[in-house]
């Protein structure tokens, strides 16, 4: 049964009290007095609303009566109702032929706002526990098919595919206020923050990231970089890409700074080497880069080779994005094959070279 509590009284009697010139109180289930307009009588017996409570129906008490009763003034009791239950009293002090005329309009004011207050609880119920639920699904032992029919249950639909992204956003911005936006904006989606300052959103239909992070910052959202996953058709599926696109952020952050948007379908390779770089046949990989750095003081051999990555090797693609002539991109890339002991042209070499530009940080 639906009680009544001390703050939700309270807003009973200031909204009746700031229409009426008489006291208001509200009593609980026991007779208890809740809130009213004379604060030295709350938490104090009222016996008229438990004849009320005993009856069932309206009292009305004279100055008479009143005097035979504790804790009791002259005035109109009412019974509250919620779903044909009785939850407590409703209390207008003052001559009751003259209160008869609106004490029906003031206990139905008081009905209203105990429905309005049981829905908004409802509403906050049902919210917290569908963020719990997603929270358990998505992590590491979740999935579980009891955890999907409850999906079902709170309207879900955990059989939609859904894509993940992990976004992150400057400090000072609420990461629960995104995931409000995100909600709103896109039926269907899943959000959690976890973290302050991110939030993890799966959303049901396709976004083209740059559009999407240009949408974001029209609406004041301050993106400080963003890991996108792949369609998943499934729960379990996706509570792996949430991992992964876990792993890719921190692979962004760590080694690539500079670039807002990630892409697990172009990065899966250099986030799974990043999640084991403390391995040592991993960290060997890095030997011929600090070879490079050790004899390039402002960078440019390094720069030179992540961009030779970052084009397929394409030689004009890379000296155009280099600002350069193709013969100086011959003359760095002959340097770096004699800093590093690597032949470039032998395909074994160059994926050496290539994995191991994937675990050296970028300053830009």
């Given amino acids: 049964?639906?009680?009544?509590?001390?703050?939700?009284?309270?807003?009973?009697?200031?909204?009746?009290?700031?229409?009426?010139?008489?006291?208001?109180?509200?009593?609980?289930?026991?007779?208890?007095?809740?809130?009213?307009?004379?604060?030295?009588?709350?938490?104090?017996?009222?016996?008229?609303a438990q004849l009320v409570l005993a009856n069932h129906r309206i009292v009305e008490l004279d100055e008479q009566a009143a005097r035979t009763l504790k804790g009791v003034q002259p005035g109109i009791n009412l019974p509250l109702m919620h779903d044909e239950q009785l939850i407590g009293v409703?209390?207008?002090?003052?001559?009751?032929?003259?209160?008869?005329?609106?004490?029906?309009?003031?206990?139905?004011?008081?009905?209203m706002l105990v429905d309005q207050s049981r829905i908004q609880a409802e509403q906050q119920?049902?919210?917290?526990?569908?963020?719990?639920?997603?929270?358990?699904?998505?992590?590491?032992?979740?999935?579980?098919?009891?955890l999907i029919d409850e999906a079902h249950q709170l309207g879900l639909k955990p059989h939609l595919s859904r894509t993940p992204?992990?976004?992150?956003?400057?400090?000072?911005?609420?990461?629960?206020?995104?995931?409000?936006w995100l909600r709103s904006q896109y039926a269907d989606s899943w959000?959690?923050?976890?973290?302050?300052?991110?939030?993890?959103?799966?959303?049901?239909?396709?976004?083209?990231?740059?559009?999407?992070?240009?949408?974001?910052?029209n609406q004041g959202w301050k993106l400080q970089r963003m890991a996108s996953g792949m369609p998943?058709?499934?729960?379990?599926?996706?509570?792996?890409?949430?991992?992964?696109?876990?792993e890719l952020?921190?692979?962004?952050?760590?080694?690539?700074?500079?670039?807002q948007l990630l892409s697990l379908t172009r990065c899966r390779l250099p986030t799974l080497l990043w999640t084991h770089r403390a391995e040592d046949t991993l960290s060997e990989l890095l030997v011929p880069l600090h070879h490079i750095v050790a004899r390039d003081g402002?960078?440019?051999?390094?720069?030179?080779?992540?961009?030779?990555?970052?084009?397929?090797?394409?030689?004009?693609?890379?000296?155009d994005a280099l600002g350069i002539h193709r013969n100086s991109l011959r003359y760095r890339m002959e340097r770096i094959a004699e800093l590093t002991g690597k032949d470039i042209t032998r395909l074994d070499d160059l994926v050496e070279l290539y994995l191991a530009v994937q675990l050296m940080p970028s300053s830009g």
Wanted: proline content about 5%; glycine content about 6%; hydrophobic content about 40%.
């Fill in 232 to 246: 998943c058709s499934d729960v379990h599926a996706l509570r792996r890409c949430c991992h992964r696109i876990a």
């Fill in 298 to 319: 402002n960078g440019q051999l390094l720069r030179t080779l992540r961009s030779w990555c970052e084009h397929n090797g394409q030689p004009q693609a890379c000296a």
């Fill in 125 to 146: 119920w049902r919210k917290t526990r569908c963020d719990d639920l997603l929270a358990v699904m998505l992590g590491e032992t979740g999935g579980s098919q009891r």
């Fill in 249 to 259: 952020l921190a692979y962004g952050q760590a080694v690539k700074p500079y670039r």
């Fill in 1 to 48: 049964m639906f009680e009544l509590t001390h703050q939700l009284a309270q807003n009973i009697v200031d909204r009746a009290m700031a229409i009426l010139p008489y006291n208001v109180n509200v009593m609980d289930s026991q007779g208890l007095i809740l809130a009213s307009g004379e604060p030295n009588r709350i938490n104090t017996r009222h016996e008229g």
């Fill in 90 to 111: 409703l209390g207008i002090s003052g001559d009751p032929q003259a209160l008869r005329t609106y004490a029906e309009l003031v206990r139905m004011t008081a009905e």
């Fill in 165 to 180: 992204h992990l976004i992150e956003i400057a400090d000072g911005q609420s990461s629960a206020d995104l995931a409000d």
């Fill in 191 to 217: 959000c959690s923050a976890p973290a302050p300052h991110t939030v993890l959103w799966c959303c049901p239909v396709a976004i083209e990231p740059s559009r999407f992070a240009d949408r974001l910052k």
